[in-house]
Every structure is written in structure tokens, then in C-alpha cells.
């Protein structure tokens, strides 16, 4: 069994394939957090320790015993108003105007499946894998009563945690603050590890020692944000990517969120993950509740590569869905770079006839096929086709790209909407503003309301009766900007984030129903909406708008840890690159976009004779490892922000393929050569590399390496393709 509770002392035990989770509920009804880490034998409530700690309140529980406080305990889910003064996971707000919740244990119940969440993306389990672990926490004197979740995926070695806040008394009360996860631990030095960012230049590593103090970072923007990552990584002082111990921690959630790490007086370390608590104001009226996202935990003792292959996996066979989850994904050739507004039918057909000459699979008309849509200060909100710009029905256009054996997709932003719209002149309180405040304008759009229902259900069907018209492929569903004017006429303030995200989720869910034969690659803007909630609904997502391959090195290898190549939508852009200026060849833009789902952003057109061979031959080799960069364990072999290279390699679960791609990002006079190990091969078996047909031990290239070679030019890159002989 995956999950177990011992009676005579009330312990909690769930386990997982290499490691151990352990709770208690102590004489006090209080549940208190025992450990979290390797596999473990024994009940761990001995660490617990009982001082008279000064100026740290006592529960009146326990009357003059001044040596228990939950302000030195670790605890389970923390709430404010007990005397913890650390940070709480839990604030909420009484009608009597105190912030108080007093948890204590009042049951629990253990399935064998693990839970859904209503409304919300969740990791899922088939029959067998997954269990759930519901524990029942109350207020006495308010009745809030918290069910915490917990789900097990035991071979998968990953445990998720949700939170559902019930006001089962006759008040109402406000929720201020709300995570899904606490992780208290009694000892030890950690180094935190956040992906931070900008548009264009999104999830980049940071390495902080947490000392004492809080250290916190989030978003505030409506979305999961270019800023910053929604998931962290607590580790050892010495853990790199092969040795020591490392937890993380993913929050399936594409909002605003907040990640709390605070060292406190006592050397001990806490760590939130969870909902944003500015702009979050939840009111629950009597028998209303709020369920908070969920976080999936993993822990390594084997360092970074194993933590991050547990979290690819469980992303890639339990979070993401559909008809696209384990199948090919096409080669897409994108108009955006190629054209961006100025297009028309004409523009299109002969996009479609160089990817057709290519061997693209797909090709996608971006923004401003609709509406009044010449450039992007008008007709957001107007889904109705533009006939007149593209010269032709959009039924008559994908029928002409699908003659040429092109599928077709279209790109649409639901979510906004342009003043210059006659949906905004029709419905301008659909949009989110502030009564008696001129509204803050981003790339001059506004967003529309959809924690409304009949906002998203008109949006709906305007979409819908474009789909219906053609046979489409694909959507790339964008939001080009961050929310503000945090006020809905229907729903007020304190709501509206996360009310806004359950009706995109739901909108998603809906759509998905609807089209399940359609790939729906999500973006915000690029990579300022690429988190584990959004993979829920669109099993890839366009890493940035920056298409530079050596600024994509480093986006990608930061993207890297946490998510699988699969869900990285990465294309060959043309050069000079239009976002840095930057002009690489086009080799090793390939082998830089091979690190994900490959495609096109470019005019093919524009291409000389001898780069179109080179294109058509990328496209062949990306085809003939396409299911091993979509299903393969992954490698970085250097860190592209430090080292002269950057490296990074799959292996099939088997250990008998694997494919490594490596670019040189310095050359110096009298170059140094670089040897490149590799990683994730069978030490004693023989591998060839299919080009050269030279043989190597898998233990000669991970203990030695490959040298590189040294060429005069900026930027050059290799690929090379070992096959295990057999035996």
C-alpha cells in the first residue's frame, strides 16, 4: 500500500517507489510534518523536539507546558491566528473581523484512485496507479473545515497536494491566503533554485542560499507570468545534476501564485507554494468552498537529472491528454515571421506551396485573418473571417492547403479584446475595468471578463462557428498581455483572478470536448504562460517569441528542468533573428529547435536553393528521432549560462538509442578542445555512432567524453546519433 496510518500513534505514511512522506496528529488534534525524503522504515516522530522557546506562544491546549508551540513545529498546513508567526499557508478572514483558523484533525479517508479536482487541471492516474489520501481539518468555532489531498503515484515517485477550504458555518468568511503545499523542515542548509525572467528572455536559473528571511517570488499579472516560473527547487548546498538531494515542487496553475521559502529563529526552513494572496480576497458564504490548485512534489537523492526526469515523466503521461499526448508531432511552418499582417489568400497558398515542397506538415495562418485586424490596435473580439483580406471563404482557403496534402491551423487570442471592436462597442462592460478609472491599456487590448459565463459562452461560440466551417488541425491560442483593472461588475474584486482562470480552464475543457482531433498549442506572448496548467489542456506551448538559437540555449535549458521536450514548442527562425538581431547558421538553428516540437518561422520563400535541401534534411532526421525527443529520458550536459558549450542528449527508455546535439558558444585564438560527457548510457555496452560508424563503451563517453571539434566559425554545432550494438 502506498498509503498508511498507524492507529496507535496517529502516523501518516505515504510511500513511493525511493521515497518516504510522514505526518502525525498529535494529542492536540494538531498535524504536524515528520519527513519528507528517501525511502524510510520506522515512524520519525522522535525528531520532534519540545523546548521553551521565548516569546513563542502555546496553544491554551496545553496550559502551562510552555514547551510546545506550533511556532517552533513543523506543521502540516499552517493557518494564521495560532501563534505561528512564520509564514502561513492558510489566512482567513472572520466575520467577526479576526484572522483566525484553528486546524484541528477530525478524520480521514483513503481511496484507491487518485483524486479529480472540479473545474481545475490535475495530474491523473489510470486504476492502479494512483491513490489518494483525504485528511479532515476544522475550526471549531468558525467551521472551516480544510480537506487536504494528497495524491501518490508510487512507481512514478511523485506525490501531489490540493487543498479544498469549506464554510460549513452560519457567517461568512474571507479567504486571504491560500497554498496547496507546506514543506517544514526541522534542519538543514538549502540553496534555492527559481526560473526567473522577461518577455523574450523567460526562465532563466537562479541558484539563492536561503538564509534567514523571507524569500518569495510570484506573479501578480493574471497569468504564471515571463517573470517567473510557477515551481522550485529546494537542495543541498553540493547537489548538481548527478549527486545529492534536491525536492521540487510544480504548481499546476497558470494565474497568479506566490513561493515562500523563509529560514526562521530556529535554522528551520518552510516552504509555500500556492496562490497569490495579493489581489485575493475569496469570500465563502454558507456551504460555499474554494479549492486550491494543486502541487506536485518530487524528491532525488540522485541529484537535478533524476529530479527532472521524474517531473518529465509525470507530465508527459499524467498531466498532459488527448489525441496528441503520445503521438508525432507535425512539423509546423508558422506565418507570423513571415509575414506578420501583411498577408492575404494569396500569401497563404504560397506559404502552403513551399511547405508542401518541404515536407512541413502543417502550416498556420497567425494573427489577423479576422475582423478589422491590419495591425494589433483593432478588431480583437470580431471572430468573424475577413473575406475581403483574404480574397476567398476560410472554408475555400484550408481546402486549397489541404489539396497540397498541408494540414491547417489558425492562430486566436479569446481571452481580449480592442476598444476598436464591435464587440467592445456592443459590450463594453464585458471588460475588465474599474468603475470610474480609466483603464491601463497593454499592446493597446483589454481583457475580457471570463469569470463570466456569458462572456466565455459568446466568445465560445464565435470560435466555435469558425472551426466548424473548415477542417482544422491545429490553434495556437495567445494572451498578449498582463491583467490589470482587477474588477469584475458581476463578481467584484477580492475574486476575479482565480475565478478568471477557471472560466479559460473551462473554456479549454470545453473546446477540447468539442475538437479532440485539434493540437492546441498554448501561448502568452511565448513562454509567459508555460506552466503545468496549461499542459493540462495544450500538451505543448511556444517556449518565447525569442526564436535566437543561443538565446533559446538558455530559455530552454532552464525551461528544461521541470518540463519535458515535448511540451517546448521550439521553430527555425530566419536570419538576421528579428528579436535580437543576431545571425546564426541554419544548421545549428536546427539542431537548437530539435530540442523540442520542431518547426518553422520563417519565409521559405526567402530561402536559397542549397538552404531548402538543408531544410528538407531536417526535417527527415528530426522525423527519424522524433519519438525519441518526445518520449526519451533527457540530459543536460552543461550549464549553456557558465560553460563554452551547450549540451543536453535523450536516451530511450531502453538505453539502446540515444541522440546528442551540442553547440559551441565561444572561439578563441588557440582554441581549447571540449570534451563533452554524456550521460544515461549502459556503462558496458558497445554504442556506434550511425554517421562515422566509429564504436564506443557507454562508459568511455560518460567518464571521458567526446572531444569537439575546433572550427573557425561563431556558433557551429554537431549532432550525432549512437545506436547500442548488439550483443
Given amino acids: 500500500m502506498a498509503i498508511e496510518f498507524r492507529h496507535e500513534n496517529r502516523v501518516f505514511t505515504l510511500e513511493t517507489r525511493h521515497t518516504s512522506y510522514q505526518m502525525k496528529v498529535d494529542d492536540f488534534g494538531f498535524l504536524l510534518h515528520l519527513y519528507y525524503g528517501g525511502r524510510i522504515y520506522g515512524d520519525m516522530d522522535y525528531l520532534l523536539t519540545y523546548y521553551d522557546r521565548g516569546f513563542s506562544g502555546n496553544p491554551s491546549d496545553v496550559g502551562n507546558d510552555r514547551t510546545y508551540s506550533l511556532d517552533a513545529l513543523p506543521q502540516e498546513y499552517p493557518a494564521m491566528g495560532v501563534g505561528d508567526f512564520r509564514n502561513s499557508a492558510l489566512i482567513v478572514h472572520n466575520a467577526d473581523g ?193 479549492t486550491v490548485p494543486e502541487t506536485i512534489l518530487s524528491y532525488s537523492d540522485s541529484g537535478f537529472g533524476e529530479l527532472s526526469a521524474r517531473f518529465h515523466r509525470c507530465i508527459r503521461e499524467h498531466l498532459c491528454r488527448g489525441k496528441y499526448k503520445d503521438a508525432p508531432r507535425p512539423v509546423l511552418l508558422n506565418s507570423w515571421e513571415a509575414s506578420y499582417f501583411s498577408f492575404n489568400g494569396e500569401t497563404i497558398l504560397k506559404l502552403a506551396k513551399c511547405a508542401a515542397d518541404l515536407g512541413i506538415d502543417m502550416l498556420v495562418m497567425d494573427d489577423g485573418w479576422f475582423g478589422k485586424r491590419e495591425d494589433d490596435n483593432s478588431g480583437l473580439g470580431d471572430w468573424k473571417v475577413n473575406e475581403k483580406k483574404l480574397g476567398c ?3 475555400e482557403l484550408t481546402e486549397k492547403v489541404n489539396e497540397m496534402g498541408v494540414k491547417f491551423g489558425i492562430w486566436i487570442e479569446p481571452e481580449m479584446v480592442s476598444e476598436d471592436s464591435d464587440l467592445y462597442r456592443n459590450h463594453p462592460d464585458w471588460a475588465l475595468q474599474i468603475p470610474g478609472r480609466e483603464p491601463v491599456r497593454c499592446r493597446n487590448q483589454l481583457v475580457l471578463d471570463f469569470s463570466r459565463e456569458e462572456v466565455r459562452d459568446f466568445i465560445f461560440g464565435e470560435i466555435c462557428a469558425i472551426l466548424d466551417q473548415c477542417s482544422f488541425a491545429y490553434i495556437k491560442w495567445d494572451m498578449n498581455r498582463s491583467i490589470t483593472d482587477v474588477y469584475s461588475a458581476v463578481n467584484g474584486q477580492g475574486k476575479v483572478t482565480y475565478d478568471y482562470m477557471l472560466g479559460v480552464y473551462d473554456f479549454l475543457e470545453r473546446l477540447l470536448r468539442k475538437y479532440p482531433d485539434i493540437l492546441i498549442e498554448g501561448c502568452s506572448g511565448g513562454g509567459g504562460r508555460f506552466d503545468a496548467g496549461m499542459m493540462y489542456y495544450t500538451p505543448q506551448i511556444w517556449c518565447s517569441d525569442n526564436t535566437d538559437a543561443v538565446d533559446r540555449l538558455r530559455i530552454q535549458y532552464g525551461t528544461s528542468f521541470f518540463y519535458p521536450a515535448s511540451t517546448v514548442c521550439s521553430h527555425v527562425s530566419a536570419v538576421p533573428n528579428h528579436q535580437t538581431g543576431r545571425s546564426v547558421s541554419l544548421h545549428t538553428r536546427g539542431v537548437v529547435a530539435m530540442a523540442g516540437s520542431f518547426g518553422y518561422e520563417l519565409n521559405p520563400e526567402k530561402l536559397l536553393p542549397e538552404e531548402k535541401e538543408a531544410v528538407k534534411e531536417q526535417i527527415r532526421q528530426y522525423k527519424a528521432v522524433e519519438e525519441l525527443i518526445r518520449k526519451g529520458t533527457y540530459y543536460r550536459l552543461s550549464d549553456p549560462f557558465k560553460d563554452v558549450y551547450a549540451a543536453w542528449m535523450f536516451v530511450s527508455e531502453e538505453k539502446e538509442r540515444a541522440f546528442l546535439s551540442v553547440v559551441m558558444l565561444e572561439i578563441h585564438g588557440n582554441m581549447t578542445v571540449n570534451y563533452v560527457k554524456l550521460r544515461g548510457l549502459e556503462p558496458q555496452a558497445v554504442y556506434r555512432d550511425t554517421e562515422s560508424g566509429r564504436r564506443y563503451y557507454g562508459a568511455d563517453l560518460m567518464e571521458a567524453g567526446l572531444p569537439m571539434p575546433v572550427e573557425q566559425k561563431e556558433y557551429p554545432a554537431y549532432q550525432i546519433e549512437l545506436m547500442k550494438e548488439c550483443s
Avoid: W
Wanted: proline share 2%; glycine share 10%; with cysteine.
Fill in 393 to 395: 471563404t476560410l472554408k
Fill in 98 to 290: 479576526s484572522d483566525c483558523c484553528d486546524l484541528r484533525y477530525i478524520g480521514h479517508e483513503t481511496k484507491k484512485e487518485k483524486y479529480r479536482l472540479q473545474g481545475l487541471p490535475a495530474v491523473y492516474a489510470d486504476p492502479g496507479e494512483g491513490e489518494t489520501l483525504e485528511i479532515y481539518l476544522e475550526d471549531r468555532v468558525s467551521h472551516v473545515k480544510v480537506t487536504l489531498l494528497y495524491g501518490v503515484l508510487e512507481e512514478a515517485d511523485i506525490i501531489t497536494r490540493s487543498v479544498v477550504i469549506e464554510n460549513q458555518g452560519e457567517q461568512s468568511v474571507t479567504v486571504e491566503k491560500a497554498a496547496s503545499t507546506c514543506l517544514d523542515f526541522l534542519s538543514g542548509d538549502y540553496d534555492m533554485l527559481s526560473f526567473y525572467g522577461r518577455h523574450t528572455m523567460e526562465r532563466n536559473l537562479q541558484r539563492e542560499k536561503i538564509s534567514h528571511g523571507n524569500h518569495a517570488f510570484g506573479s501578480r499579472r493574471g497569468a504564471s507570468s515571463h517573470q517567473y516560473n510557477p515551481a522550485v527547487i529546494l537542495a543541498g548546498e553540493n547537489t548538481t545534476e548527478d549527486t545529492g538531494s534536491c525536492y521540487g515542487m510544480v504548481f499546476v496553475y497558470s494565474g497568479n501564485f506566490l513561493c515562500e521559502a523563509e529560514k526562521d529563529q530556529y535554522d528551520q526552513t518552510r516552504v509555500l507554494m500556492g496562490l497569490q494572496s495579493d489581489l485575493f480576497h475569496y469570500p465563502l458564504g454558507k456551504g460555499e468552498r474554494l
